[in-house]
């Protein structure tokens, strides 16, 4: 191999379109449909709109999902070969909880940036309608023995040990292995820790139900969004939605102290969607006629201890990565935080965005202005179909830094599952 093979250039990835379902929120109108269903139909989506039916349009498809049952074992490629796209397109699968969709973009775009393909598509798909539901473990184990026994009366001897109790399925928990608690009690430990106010969080959700409903509104997303089984909407966004009426919500999580502040309208809702992004080389773009929305010029990702660190004091909260993943990006890239026009945090609770703004201002960035902040709302009013929401943030994010008139910088800070956390920077030159 030539040293020119071991040291290529880097190239600009172009962030060219996405397109998604509209997100529904769980046991709802996508109850029956699966993680391929509903992702084939967002890639099917932009398939159509950016003209990619013909062999070799497309260079790779990465996706994920994060509950998967085993038949999704092959997730990305069994997408395509349900889809428009050509059979012939390779594709892989990738997880990282919550960040999954922006960590496929990530993905896609450094194959780009490689010159090891011109053009890419990347996603995600969850739904918590179709949770896989385990086999009970100790049928499992019985099932497991008559399988190794030899003869059958070995078989039938271990078969008999099974009881009704178990058949009782293995339902998934929304709960951190290493804990014991669920997300949003987390979440409730680190606003505890940055003192962040129920009024606050109540008002960050307003915004965001306000926000996304005047960008449908507009016609913002009509180029994004994707009707499928009857929405043409994300179901979960209340137009109507005002600090007084969140106000008389009652808490959820964080109910075994004092004062709880975190209720279902300052949490996102369980959720099912799907959501993809076309990614390319800027030639790429040109040759088809095609003007970039956007690029992405930088990524980190970072991990907290939220076993054995600080969480009590908030530092190492199971949602604080991006404060330490941010900071280290923004170095790098000779930034901070007002070098940018739009941010989008992730709002996995609204209490998790304050307290990230929190730690940012703490660790010298600065504040962020709020008209700057999910200007067409998020996850608190889309909702958040774990790999899906990347996907949305980049494709949103690109598409309103193309309507500025003037160069623009854009942050994604995403959270996720298990400590981490996943940052992005998109440029519009």
Same mark, same amino acid.
């Given at each position: 191999?030539?040293?020119?093979?071991?040291?290529?250039?880097?190239?600009?990835?172009?962030?060219?379109?996405?397109?998604?379902?509209?997100?529904?929120?769980?046991?709802?109108?996508?109850?029956?449909?699966?993680?391929?269903?509903?992702?084939?139909?967002?890639?099917?989506?932009?398939?159509?709109?950016?003209? &990619?039916?013909?062999?070799?349009?497309?260079?790779?498809?990465?996706?994920?999902?994060?509950?998967?049952?085993?038949? $999704?074992?092959?997730?990305?490629?069994?997408?395509?070969?349900?889809?428009?796209?050509?059979?012939?397109?390779?594709?892989?699968?990738?997880?990282?909880?919550?960040?999954?969709?922006?960590?496929?973009?990530?993905?896609?775009?450094?194959?780009?940036?490689? +010159?090891?393909?011109? /053009?890419?598509?990347?996603?995600?798909?969850?739904?918590?309608?179709?949770?896989? &539901?385990?086999?009970? $473990?100790?049928?499992?184990?019985?099932?497991?023995?008559?399988?190794?026994?030899?003869?059958?009366?070995?078989?039938?001897?271990?078969?008999?040990?099974?009881?009704? /109790?178990?058949?009782?399925?293995?339902?998934?928990?929304?709960?951190?292995?290493?804990?014991?608690?669920?997300?949003?009690?987390?979440?409730?430990?680190?606003?505890?820790?940055?003192?962040?106010?129920?009024?606050?969080?109540?008002?960050?959700?307003?915004? /965001?139900?306000?926000?996304?409903?005047?960008?449908? *509104?507009?016609?913002?997303?009509? $180029?994004?969004?994707?009707?499928?089984?009857?929405?043409?909407?994300?179901?979960?966004?209340?137009?109507?939605?005002?600090?007084?009426?969140?106000?008389?919500?009652?808490?959820?999580?964080?109910?075994?102290?004092?004062?709880?502040?975190?209720?279902?309208?300052?949490?996102?809702?369980?959720?099912?969607?799907?959501?993809?992004?076309?990614?390319?080389?800027?030639?790429?773009?040109?040759?088809?006629?095609?003007?970039?929305?956007?690029?992405?010029?930088?990524?980190?990702?970072?991990?907290?201890?939220?076993?054995?660190?600080?969480?009590?004091?908030?530092?190492?909260?199971?949602?604080?990565?991006?404060?330490?993943?941010?900071?280290?990006?923004?170095?790098?890239?000779?930034?901070?935080?007002?070098?940018?026009?739009?941010?989008?945090?992730?709002?996995?609770?609204?209490?998790?965005? &304050?307290?990230?703004?929190?730690?940012? *201002?703490?660790? +010298?960035? +600065?504040?962020?202005?709020?008209?700057?902040?999910?200007?067409?709302?998020?996850?608190?009013?889309?909702?958040?179909?774990?790999?899906?929401?990347?996907?949305?943030?980049?494709?949103? &994010?690109?598409?309103?830094?193309?309507?500025? $008139?003037?160069?623009?910088?854009?942050?994604?800070?995403?959270?996720?599952?298990?400590?981490?956390?996943?940052?992005?920077?998109?440029?519009?030159?």
């Amino acid at each position: 191999m030539s040293p020119q093979q071991l040291s290529p250039s880097v190239r600009r990835v172009a962030i060219v379109g996405g397109a998604r379902i509209p997100f529904a929120r769980s046991d709802g109108p996508y109850a029956t449909a699966s993680n391929q269903q509903m992702l084939t139909a967002a890639l099917d989506g932009l398939v159509e709109r950016y003209g &990619l039916q013909e062999p070799g349009a497309v260079g790779e498809f990465v996706a994920g999902a994060v509950l998967k049952h085993s038949r $999704d074992f092959n997730l990305a490629r069994e997408t395509v070969l349900g889809s428009a796209l050509h059979p012939r397109t390779p594709a892989y699968d990738i997880q990282q909880a919550c960040g999954t969709g922006l960590q496929a973009v990530i993905a896609a775009a450094n194959k780009i940036a490689l +010159g090891q393909t011109e /053009s890419a598509v990347a996603g995600g798909a969850d739904t918590a309608s179709d949770a896989p &539901l385990g086999v009970n $473990d100790r049928l499992r184990r019985i099932l497991l023995e008559a399988r190794r026994a030899k003869t059958a009366g070995a078989r039938l001897k271990a078969l008999a040990k099974v009881r009704p /109790s178990h058949l009782v399925p293995d339902i998934p928990r929304n709960a951190e292995p290493r804990t014991g608690l669920s997300m949003g009690e987390h979440a409730a430990v680190t606003a505890r820790a940055w003192g962040i106010g129920r009024a606050a969080q109540d008002e960050l959700a307003a915004a /965001s139900h306000q926000r996304l409903a005047a960008a449908y *509104e507009r016609g913002f997303f009509q $180029d994004l969004v994707i009707p499928f089984r009857g929405l043409a909407r994300d179901q979960n966004l209340r137009p109507g939605s005002t600090v007084e009426k969140l106000a008389a919500l009652k808490p959820v999580f964080g109910l075994d102290h004092p004062d709880p502040t975190m209720t279902a309208g300052n949490s996102t809702p369980l959720t099912d969607g799907a959501a993809t992004v076309l990614l390319a080389s800027e030639e790429w773009a040109r040759e088809r006629g095609l003007t970039p929305l956007a690029y992405l010029t930088a990524y980190e990702t970072a991990a907290v201890d939220f076993v054995d660190g600080d969480v009590a004091g908030g530092e190492d909260g199971l949602l604080m990565a991006p404060a330490y993943a941010v900071p280290r990006m923004l170095e790098r890239a000779g930034l901070d935080l007002a070098d940018f026009e739009l941010i989008e945090i992730h709002e996995a609770f609204a209490s998790q965005v &304050l307290a990230t703004l929190a730690a940012w *201002e703490k660790r +010298g960035l +600065g504040t962020v202005d709020r008209d700057r902040l999910n200007v067409a709302g998020s996850s608190l009013a889309t909702g958040h179909p774990f790999a899906a929401t990347g996907a949305r943030i980049v494709a949103t &994010l690109a598409k309103l830094l193309a309507e500025r $008139d003037a160069p623009a910088r854009g942050l994604i800070s995403v959270c996720a599952a298990g400590g981490q956390g996943v940052t992005a920077i998109l440029e519009r030159a």
